[in-house]
């Protein structure tokens, strides 16, 4: 199955390169912009055939290393 | 003391921080492979500055799951003293010995110089060197300094005299000027600067000379 993991900054959690990059969508004439969030994308497959399972192992790897809670939100998605 | 130095792949500041242990110390400290999954016999562990991992997911984070890391975790709960500069520090807090995480700097600009700092708490072995509300030239170097934690974490910090370095000018953003922390038992220091490289007036002084000393006779 895969798995693809999304994490981001949590509210409150200053993003500088957010905030760079709505500078440069302003300085693009973009207005209206706000808000902007960097995040990342993890993706990876695993060699499970029960979508729980793969979830729950998922669920491990972010606790133990792909996020870290003090600053980061993480979200999981299971795919076949 | 008998200081032993984890060395990461990409750390750079090993060879520096064992200069200024041996020059506090009369001999060279043991430099341990992050592979390693036992320490030597050692009475003060040091996590070097550098780029462990290329800094690769967050800075610090893969080094702090390195086979070494479960014996100086071990070491450090049960008393061990656990310095940690720059990279180190971040390893620390990934690690959960130290409270919080090192985010960007807000500026988003790798800060490279010399900056003054307060010392907050000259009760720690690793601040015995100096007297509470000095002021030390340290170097930083680093992309990754800006200190965050919640308010109730960093109240807790400084209520509890846990806050060892302030910045005089905060060069990167973190939280209530904060450069150094200690854990809850004392025995874990975390920073940005880097005394080590204050360790000869051919480097722009000796800062950094007074506190390798200060611990040094605290450790003795």
């Given at each position: 199955m895969?798995?693809?993991?999304?994490?981001?900054?949590?509210?409150?959690?200053?993003?500088?390169?957010?905030?760079?990059?709505?500078?440069?969508?302003?300085?693009?004439?973009?207005?209206?912009?706000f808000d902007v969030r960097q995040g990342k994308e993890i993706e990876l497959k695993l060699d499970e055939t029960d979508e729980a399972a793969a979830r729950a192992k998922a669920e491990e790897m972010c606790r133990k290393l792909l996020a870290n809670p003090v600053m980061e939100n993480y979200a999981i998605e299971i795919t076949a | 003391m008998k200081p032993a130095v984890i060395v990461f792949p990409a750390s750079n500041c090993d060879r520096d921080i064992a200069v200024a242990l041996e020059q506090a110390t009369g001999k060279p400290p043991a430099m341990v492979w992050h592979g390693d999954t036992t320490l030597p016999e050692t009475d003060f562990i040091v996590l070097p500055g550098g780029f462990s991992y290329g800094d690769?997911?967050?800075?610090?984070?893969?080094?702090?799951?390195?086979?070494?890391m479960r014996d100086v975790i071990e070491k450090a709960k049960a008393g061990t003293p656990v310095l940690g500069v720059c990279n180190g520090f971040q390893i620390l807090c990934e690690a959960g010995l130290l409270p919080g995480a090192l985010l960007r700097n807000a500026e988003l600009n790798f800060v490279c110089r010399t900056v003054t700092l307060k010392v907050e708490n000259?009760?720690?072995?690793?601040?015995?060197?100096?007297?509470?509300?000095?002021?030390?030239?340290?170097?930083?170097?680093?992309?990754?300094?800006?200190?965050?934690?919640?308010?109730?974490?960093?109240?807790?910090?400084?209520?509890?005299?846990?806050?060892?370095?302030?910045?005089?000018?905060?060069?990167?953003?973190?939280?209530?000027?904060?450069?150094?922390?200690?854990?809850?038992?004392?025995?874990?220091?975390?920073?940005?600067?880097?005394?080590?490289?204050?360790?000869?007036?051919?480097?722009?002084?000796?800062?950094?000379?007074?506190?390798?000393?200060?611990?040094?006779?605290?450790?003795?």
């Open positions: 895969k798995a693809k993991i999304t994490i981001t900054l949590k509210d409150g959690v200053l993003d500088p390169q957010g905030k760079a990059i709505e500078r440069a969508l302003k300085g693009l004439g973009f207005d209206g912009v | 690769y997911l967050r800075s610090g984070a893969m080094a702090a799951k390195s086979p070494i000259s009760q720690s072995m690793f601040t015995s060197g100096f007297e509470k509300g000095q002021y030390v030239d340290f170097p930083v170097a680093h992309h990754d300094g800006n200190y965050f934690a919640d308010d109730e974490t960093l109240n807790r910090l400084e209520g509890d005299g846990r806050v060892a370095f302030r910045y005089l000018d905060n060069p990167n953003g973190s939280a209530r000027d904060i450069a150094g922390i200690l854990n809850d038992a004392g025995n874990v220091l975390g920073l940005m600067p880097h005394p080590e490289r204050m360790i000869s007036p051919l480097l722009g002084g000796l800062d950094g000379t007074a506190f390798f000393k200060g611990l040094a006779g605290a450790a003795a």
